[in-house]
């Protein structure tokens, strides 16, 4: 059975960053998918990034350009890189495995 546990969430300032991190546990295929999830209280969950086990990501159109997904196979985890961060970013983020498994998620909240 997969596991997942994201880490990294908390406070910041629109414009600053967080590292999201995702450690993997348990039988694992190396060839499945691996993404980020949010979802704002009363909004559906909706994608962040993808990324292939050929390291090819994927982003939704608002986050284009300032977050960054990559994967480190050794190791069983998955980050991702945010920057220049708005408030509308705030939200629970979720790591997923193979379109199947879900962490808990850590929380992101962007404000002054």
């Known amino acids: 059975q997969v596991q997942l546990v994201e880490s990294g969430g908390g406070l910041v300032q629109p414009g600053g960053s967080l590292r999201l991190s995702c450690a993997a546990s348990?039988?694992?295929?190396?060839?499945?998918?691996m993404a980020w999830y949010r979802r704002v209280p009363g909004k559906q969950r909706e994608i962040v990034a993808r990324i292939s086990d050929d390291g090819t990501a994927n982003y939704a159109r608002s986050v284009e350009g300032r977050f960054t997904i990559s994967r480190d196979g050794t190791k069983n985890m998955v980050f991702l890189q945010m920057d220049n961060l708005k408030p509308e970013d705030t939200a629970t983020y979720y790591c997923n495995y193979g379109s199947v498994v879900w962490g808990r998620g850590t929380q992101v909240i962007v404000s002054s």
């Open positions: 348990g039988r694992l295929f190396s060839n499945l998918d």
